[in-house]
């Protein structure tokens, strides 16, 4: 068990540009017993440090069962994000962690998956979505809904081709306020709610995103016949601590 009070530096071993301003960060614990005994589930996240300057909550989107390959998607929109923005390969970070409950992916073996996600909300979902793929037979059919404002906020472009071509995978996309080269929905992430075939007795959902589009879209889940216990939403508040203790979030 990792002490969560302690920061455990870190080392980035890769820097992939997504989009403006965002980069994902590939991170290698510096410490081989940390390494050996640092677990996380799909959906946690760490709080990532950078000395003398400050931490912010960043989800893991790397697959739990590669727990030594530490990725975390990071938009640069703030005091602490926009310093990470300025390290380059080899310099270091801290990890506190993990945090948070997780996916409940266990559960959701046997059963179909419908993945909604917006904006950078899709990151929370990439570990879950991999680890799934990476055990296809256990899931049934997959359908991936992700919205985004403009084209260039689409993130891991790559990762939603490969995740199209998966057997039994449905990817759709949404924009609300796209460019010439956008060949998806216009619109709202919620209107494709209509567009998927769904098994309510079957379905499971998890969610993770704007609050309006959670607030939004899960009653029109319900009354397509998915059950709220069925649905799993992530929701995220600004942290400070990461454990509950200063009352921030």
């Not at 359908?143 to 472009?157: C, E, M, N, Q, Y």
């Not at 009354?223 to 203790?245: D, F, K, N, Q």
């Amino acid at each position: 068990m990792i002490n969560p009070y302690l920061i455990h530096p870190a080392t980035i071993m890769e820097k992939i540009r997504e989009a403006d301003s965002i980069h994902t960060y590939r991170l290698r614990l510096n410490d081989e017993e940390t390494r050996r005994n640092f677990r996380f589930a799909a959906g946690q996240f760490n709080m990532v440090y950078l000395f003398g300057v400050g931490e912010v909550a960043i989800s893991i989107v790397s697959d739990p069962e590669e727990p030594e390959r530490l990725d975390h998607t990071i938009r640069s929109v703030g005091r602490v994000t926009s310093a990470i923005a300025q390290l380059q390969l080899g310099e270091t970070l801290g990890i506190r962690g993990p945090f948070g409950q997780g996916w409940p992916l266990e559960a959701v073996r046997g059963h179909d998956v419908v993945i909604v996600t917006g904006g950078l909300g899709c990151a929370p979902v990439v570990g879950a979505i991999d680890y799934m793929f990476r055990r296809r037979r256990h899931y049934g059919s997959v359908k991936i809904i992700h919205g985004v404002k403009t084209s260039r906020d689409l993130l891991f472009h790559e990762r939603f081709e490969a995740w199209g071509k998966q057997p039994d995978t449905e990817v759709l996309l949404a924009s609300t306020r796209p460019d010439e080269t956008w060949r998806y929905h216009v619109g709202v992430v919620t209107d494709l709610f209509e567009r998927v075939t769904l098994d309510p007795a079957k379905t499971m959902v998890l969610m993770c995103g704007p609050e309006i589009m959670m607030r939004l879209g899960v009653p029109i889940l319900m009354r397509r016949g998915i059950p709220a216990t069925a649905i799993y939403v992530s929701l995220e508040r600004h942290m400070e601590c990461g454990i509950g203790l200063c009352g921030h979030c």
